[in-house]
């Protein structure tokens, strides 16, 4: 039976990746700031008992690692770590009033990743050097993270900085038997893009996003772009000269700013 700690669970991705966990007989630790939202997702999954759940802000390093190390006594060991917690905000660094936004962002999408991870660390190479072949680190990111997208600059700065945190973490943890996951997904459909008043391609439902993830974590992918056609617009994007892009990108939407939607 895996044990798997999950931010962000409440919503969207996170409660997909639960359902999906669930169903399959994981025991889960449900992480994400409502906790009334966490008791309602909590019993509606099979053996409601087995699960834990804790109404947490991942910004509060010191809850969060309390978090990990209860969920460790309870279960007596954790398989699968995923930092799925994410805000998107749409900003613009010439208003002196987004700064904060931007901290905010950076706060829950990338330092908090690194919070989720660092309590499971040591007690994940042990299971690994015990003969332990499941043990994973998880980070959800986004193809925000391939290239810089005009009016979300916090996001993509974060997407893309959890891209390369994931990087440098899976070569530091090369030989440990720990492996390091990276899921960057395109569009998917939660209420993070439903918000969006432009044109999604390849739009995911969320319950399918999740079954494939489960599937690359079992497998140790190291990296995963889905859907998979999200996967070849980003490969083109990296090869995109910077003179193309900006010509074809200038022009693109933008998401809404803190108190701009209409």
């Known amino acids: 039976m895996k044990r798997v700690f999950l931010t962000g669970a409440s919503s969207g991705i996170g409660a997909a990746l639960a359902q999906q966990y669930a169903q399959q007989g994981a025991q889960l630790a449900l992480v994400a700031r409502r906790a009334d939202v966490l008791e309602q997702l909590r019993t509606s999954l099979p053996e409601p008992q087995r699960h834990r759940i804790y109404a947490l802000d991942v910004t509060d390093h010191v809850a969060l690692a309390a978090a990990a190390a ?16 994410g805000i998107s905000q749409g900003t613009l660094t010439e ?3 987004d700064l904060p936004v931007f901290e905010r962002i950076v706060e829950t999408n990338l330092l908090a990743t690194v919070a989720t991870f660092a309590p499971f660390v040591a007690h994940l190479r042990a299971r690994a050097a015990e003969g332990n072949s499941d043990c994973r680190l998880v980070g959800i990111a986004s193809v925000a993270g391939i290239r810089g997208l005009p009016g979300a600059s916090a996001y993509s700065a974060s997407k893309a900085a959890v891209i390369s945190y994931c990087e440098s973490l899976r070569v530091e943890l090369h030989s440990s ?17 439903q918000v969006n008043a432009y044109r999604m391609p390849f739009l995911m439902p969320a319950h399918k996003f999740a079954a494939a ?3 690359c974590i079992a497998a140790g992918r190291s990296y995963r772009v889905i859907p998979w056609q999200m996967g070849v617009v980003a490969k083109l994007l990296r090869l995109l000269p910077n003179r193309l892009y900006d010509f074809a990108f200038s022009r693109a939407p933008h998401k809404a700013r803190a108190g701009s939607e209409k």
């Not at 209860?70 to 917690?85: L, Q």
């Open 95 to 97: 208003y002196a009033e």
């Open 213 to 215: 993830v489960v599937d």
């Open 70 to 85: 209860d969920f460790i006594a309870f279960t007596g060991g954790v398989d699968v770590v995923i930092a799925n917690a």
């Open 177 to 193: 038997g720990v492996k390091v996951v990276t899921i960057v997904p395109g569009y998917i459909d939660t209420p993070m893009t």
